[in-house]
T-cell receptor
Framework: DVKVTQSSRYLVKRTGEKVFLECVQDMDHENMFWYRQDPGLGLRLIYFSYDVKMKEKGDIPEGYSVSREKKERFSLILESASTNQTSMYLC???????????FGSGTRLTVV | AQTVTQSQPEMSVQEAETVTLSCTYDTSESNYYLFWYKQPPSRQMILVIRQEAYKQQNATENRFSVNFQKAAKSFSLKISDSQLGDTAMYFCAFMKHNGNQFYFGTGTSLTVIP
């Protein structure tokens, strides 16, 4: 089975800190995604990548950046964390999106 | 733009009963795919079922089936013989035929009552 691993399950950071959320998949998938999940808003796409060093903005990229130096790793970066970035962050990967994504277990980030 | 609407934020069902979760969507595409994902308390999102818009036959996966009404842009999920392990948040999702990105609804929290 494909595994998508997010490095932290819970994270607490201070306002203004630079935050790195790491995601690693073990099945050579080209496509990787970062979503944030908020109650009443569902999942919203932040960024995605379809190849190493490639990235595309999703629906809510403001305040975020990403890095994909290796195929298996896709990092989400909060340049200067703010309280409105307190959320659940979900990473996903896919070989063929029509087959569905494989999701990680999420990182619940709290910015204080 | 694509939008996906789940109008039932919360639902409950007795164990062994049947429940239907609603989903409507808006798109100008003629070819697309629809999905239901389940997110249990463990937070791991799991694909439940998928439907290709060009197929008239409704998809089924064991106790899970869909009622796909293309003209009405409706895609409901029916869970038969509900089990305690079905307790989860359920998300409806849309993808264009040549797309890469899912558009998710806001979710329905389902509780199965023993």
């Amino acid at each position: 089975d494909v595994k998508v691993t997010q490095s932290s399950r819970y994270l607490v950071k201070r306002t203004g800190e630079k935050v790195f959320l790491e995601c690693v998949q073990d099945m050579d998938h080209e496509n990787m995604f970062w979503y944030r999940q908020d109650p009443g808003l569902g999942l919203r796409l932040i960024y995605f990548s379809y190849d190493v060093k490639m990235k595309e903005k999703g629906d809510i990229p403001e305040g975020y950046s990403v890095s994909r130096e290796k195929k298996e790793r896709f990092s989400l970066i909060l340049e200067s964390a703010s309280t409105n970035q307190t959320s659940m962050y979900l990473c996903a990967s896919s070989l063929n999106p029509l087959g569905g994504y494989t999701f990680g277990s999420g990182t619940r980030l709290t910015v204080v | 733009a694509q939008t996906v609407t789940q109008s039932q934020p919360e639902m409950s069902v007795q164990e062994a009963e049947t429940v239907t979760l609603s989903c409507t969507y808006d798109t100008s595409e003629s070819n697309y795919y629809l999905f239901w994902y389940k997110q249990p308390p463990s937070r791991q999102m799991i694909l439940v079922i998928r439907q290709e818009a060009y197929k008239q036959q409704n998809a089924t996966e064991n106790r899970f089936s869909v009622n796909f009404q293309k003209a009405a842009k409706s895609f409901s999920l029916k869970i038969s013989d509900s089990q305690l392990g079905d307790t989860a948040m359920y998300f409806c999702a849309f993808m264009k035929h040549n797309g890469n990105q899912f558009y998710f609804g806001t979710g329905t929290s389902l509780t199965v009552i023993p």
